[in-house]
């Protein structure tokens, strides 16, 4: 591949995937900062692994692998003590015309979540995953991920008291 078509290839990733790939940081880390952090080196990651990618799946599955391998070595570096402020979550959430208050909770009930069900979750409603792609990025078993996924969506219910949770 040459450089100028791995550029290319790699500007185009990069705008369609920039954002979701920094929100899906956010929601894990907790941290505007930190977030961005991620996604810079997520994406400094996957240009230098370019040109061996096998297109064994799709762009989205290997670019939410490497944001969530990434946060994770953040996490083991730093102690996560981090409160989200209100603008910066109406900065990061998606363009939904949803209540401010609602988003902060659902961050709240998500950032309480344990790692393997927080990671699930942002997996498959943040990155729309599917089940088989989310079981390679996590390396478990399908039928795992969908036991993780149905007893986040349990916690979260019962964490905001609501019917609203991706049903």
């Known amino acids: 591949m040459s450089t100028n078509t791995k550029n290319q290839m790699f500007e185009k990733?990069?705008?369609?995937?920039?954002?979701s790939i920094k929100r899906?940081?956010?929601?894990?880390?907790k941290d505007i900062n930190?977030?961005?952090d991620a996604t810079q080196e997520t994406f400094?990651?996957?240009?230098?692994?370019?040109?061996s990618f096998k297109h064994e799946s799709s762009v989205n599955t290997w670019l939410s692998a490497i944001?969530?391998?990434t946060c994770k070595n953040i996490m083991r570096q730093k102690a996560f003590t981090v409160h989200i402020p209100l603008n910066e979550?109406?900065?990061i959430k998606s363009t939904?015309?949803?209540?401010?208050d609602t988003v902060i909770s659902l961050n709240e009930a998500l950032q309480s979540l344990p790692i393997d069900l927080k990671t699930v979750i942002l997996l498959k409603y943040y990155r729309d995953l599917s089940i088989k792609d989310i079981a390679k990025i996590t390396k478990a078993p399908e039928t795992t991920v969908n036991y993780r996924l149905?007893?986040?969506?349990?916690?979260?219910?019962?964490?905001?008291k609501e019917d609203i949770i991706y049903d």
């Open 24 to 29: 899906l940081c956010f929601l894990y880390l």
């Open 67 to 69: 944001a969530i391998n």
């Open 96 to 100: 939904s015309k949803s209540d401010p």
């Open 34 to 36: 930190l977030a961005e």
């Open 44 to 51: 400094i990651k996957a240009y230098r692994k370019l040109s």
């Open 89 to 91: 979550v109406q900065e």
């Open 13 to 19: 990733i990069y705008s369609e995937n920039a954002q």
């Open 150 to 160: 149905l007893k986040a969506k349990e916690i979260l219910k019962e964490t905001l």
